[in-house]
């Protein structure tokens, strides 16, 4: 399909798609515990059936312009990935989100690829606003988005049930204008 590069260190942005099943499922099986630490995402795939049929559902929201999920890759190894979890182009809003793996971690690699996929939103597709959720115990994912430049909108107390623990989810988003503003401004 394509690969975007994300710099000189042998990053790439690319489409997972079902042939890349048994792969997914590795880089699951290696980063498990840490990606599914906050998030649930991938800890239903618990084989190459599984990691198929997730990557599949998601080919399906693409077909259906609902959805999308995008792999990172580090010098030929996956290491994580992006997805627009919700993608509703007749609203103009779309909710971007990441998990890593440990060795992807400390790179940049989630703020170099968001921003590829976040221009795309805003540029190609005519979004008008990119969410970002997250724990605010989920750390790591907080300062992501910070880092993006997004805006912190609100907290929900205690709205997402996980493990047995109701945590709060922070809100962040970002606005076309202001997306493009921040973009001219650095040079990027």
């Not at 394509?2 to 042939?19: H, K, M, N, S």
């Not at 618990?46 to 080919?59: F, G, H, N, P």
């Amino acid at each position: 399909m394509y690969a975007i590069r994300l710099g000189d260190d042998g990053a790439e942005l690319r489409p997972l798609e079902t042939w890349h099943a048994e792969e997914f499922l590795a880089h699951l099986e290696r980063g498990r515990d840490f990606i599914t630490r906050h998030i649930s995402f991938g800890s239903q795939v618990t084989d190459v059936a599984s990691a198929k049929a997730l990557i599949q559902s998601y080919t399906d929201r693409h077909a259906a312009d609902s959805g999308f999920l995008h792999g990172l890759w580090l010098d030929g190894t996956l290491v994580g990935g992006l997805l627009f979890r919700i993608f509703d182009a007749a609203t103009g809003v779309c909710e971007i989100g990441c998990w890593l793996e440990p060795a992807g971690t400390g790179r940049g690699l989630v703020a170099r690829g968001a921003r590829v996929l976040i221009d795309w939103a805003f540029d190609e597709r005519g979004m008008h606003r990119v969410e970002w959720h997250a724990s605010s115990a989920n750390a790591p994912s907080v300062e992501a988005a910070r880092r993006l430049g997004l805006t912190k909108e609100g907290v929900l107390r205690e709205s997402f049930p996980y493990r047995g623990v109701r945590h709060d989810m922070e809100v962040w988003a970002v606005l076309a204008p202001e997306w493009r503003a921040a973009r001219a401004h650095s040079g990027r």
